[in-house]
Nanobody, 122 residues
Framework: QVQLVESGGGLVQAGGSLRLSCAAS????????MGWFRQAPGKEREFVAA????????NYADSVKGRFTISSDNGKNTVYLQMNSLKPEDTAVYYC???????????????WGQGTQVTVSS
């Protein structure tokens, strides 16, 4: 069993920054790649970013490239999402994810956090 706990969400103004954290616990030996998804009201959940166990390989959705950075600590049990230059369209519930898989061009995840709300005001 894997547990994922997000933190760091909140309300920020457009152009501001926010850092999300995700702490993994339980059977964490094979939880990478880890990453982040988000879901805005009325929209489907979408992939945001992923990172390999070593941290040497990352993937980003086109909508966040150049603005968001995913990283992990040395113990590989925590991942972060640094979000800069935030836009109102970034407003969503952000979900930490573990054991990511990519089927064709579609990302999926085996484990999910509870989600943390990020709201960007105009």
């Amino acid at each position: 069993q894997v547990q994922l706990v997000e933190s760091g969400g909140g309300l920020v103004q457009a152009g501001g920054s926010l850092r999300l954290s995700c702490a993994a616990s339980g059977r964490t030996f094979s939880i990478f790649p880890m990453g982040w998804f988000r879901q805005a009201p009325g929209k489907e959940r979408e992939f945001v970013a992923a990172i390999s166990w070593s941290g040497g390989s990352t993937n980003y959705a086109d909508s966040v490239k150049g603005r968001f950075t995913i990283s992990s600590d040395n113990g590989k049990n925590t991942v972060y999402l640094q979000m800069n230059s935030l836009k109102p369209e970034d407003t969503a519930v952000y979900y930490c994810a573990a054991s990511l898989r990519k089927y064709g061009s579609t990302w999926s995840s085996e484990y999910w956090g509870q989600g943390t709300q990020v709201t960007v005001s105009s």
